[in-house]
Each structure stands twice: as structure tokens, then as C-alpha cells.
């Protein structure tokens, strides 16, 4: 079964008295399962909700799939995304350069 992006994987981050703070949809591609989105609302950043979402994906991933490694990328200048992955134990282990025609 090609188990890629199942709608029941994505979760809401909410506080504890129910504030909507984030998103995560863990997905997968052709290879690897993948943080497919992670997203902290802009007016809750900052805060370390990021983590927690994070961790989310990661474990889903590793339950539902049994994934043993799971890929992310951000953009370069995405510092605050960088340092999340890293907190989480995520390495670095490429850099990618997307192109496009005018």
C-alpha cells in the first residue's frame, strides 16, 4: 500500500484552553517519509510550539510507517526552522537548489 499524505495523519496544534497555534502534515514521498508541512501561526511564534509539532510528525511517522529515518528541508534563510530541526535531531546532510525559468 502507497501510504503517502493520508489526511488522517494531519494534526492541529492547539493550547491547552484550545487556541490554534499551528499545523502539521507529516507526509511521504516516492522515498522517504517527509515533514510534508509544519507551520506555527505567526502570532504564536517564537514560543517553541514549533517543537512539539515537530515531534508530532516525527513520531506519527515512525508509528504509521515504522520510519526509521524521516527527511525534512526548509528554506536556507529559515533559521528559526533550522534550529527546530536540529533541537530535534534532525543533520543536515544536503543542500538543494530549486531553478526556474522566467
Same mark, same amino acid.
Given at each position: 500500500?502507497?501510504?503517502?499524505? @493520508?489526511?488522517?495523519?494531519? !494534526?492541529?496544534?492547539?493550547? /491547552?484552553?484550545?487556541?490554534?497555534?499551528?499545523?502539521?502534515?507529516?507526509?511521504?514521498?516516492?522515498?522517504?517519509?517527509?515533514?510534508?508541512?509544519?507551520?506555527?501561526?505567526?502570532?504564536?511564534?517564537?514560543?517553541?510550539?514549533?517543537?512539539?509539532?515537530?515531534?508530532?510528525?516525527?513520531?506519527?511517522?515512525?508509528?504509521?510507517?515504522?520510519? @526509521?529515518?524521516?527527511?525534512?528541508?526548509?528554506?536556507?534563510?529559515?533559521?528559526?526552522?533550522?534550529?527546530?530541526?536540529? !533541537?530535534?535531531?534532525?543533520?543536515?546532510? /544536503?543542500? !538543494?537548489?530549486?531553478?526556474?525559468?522566467?
Amino acid at each position: 500500500m502507497d501510504r503517502r499524505g @493520508e489526511r488522517s495523519w494531519w !494534526r492541529i496544534a492547539e493550547t /491547552a484552553d484550545g487556541k490554534v497555534v499551528g499545523f502539521g502534515f507529516p507526509s511521504r514521498n516516492p522515498a522517504f517519509p517527509v515533514v510534508g508541512y509544519l507551520g506555527v501561526l505567526p502570532g504564536h511564534r517564537g514560543r517553541g510550539y514549533v517543537d512539539g509539532i515537530l515531534a508530532e510528525n516525527t513520531r506519527l511517522l515512525a508509528v504509521e510507517l515504522g520510519a @526509521e529515518t524521516v527527511r525534512a528541508d526548509t528554506d536556507l534563510t529559515n533559521l528559526p526552522m533550522a534550529a527546530a530541526f536540529e !533541537r530535534a535531531g534532525y543533520r543536515n546532510f /544536503a543542500r !538543494r537548489l530549486v531553478l526556474s525559468a522566467r
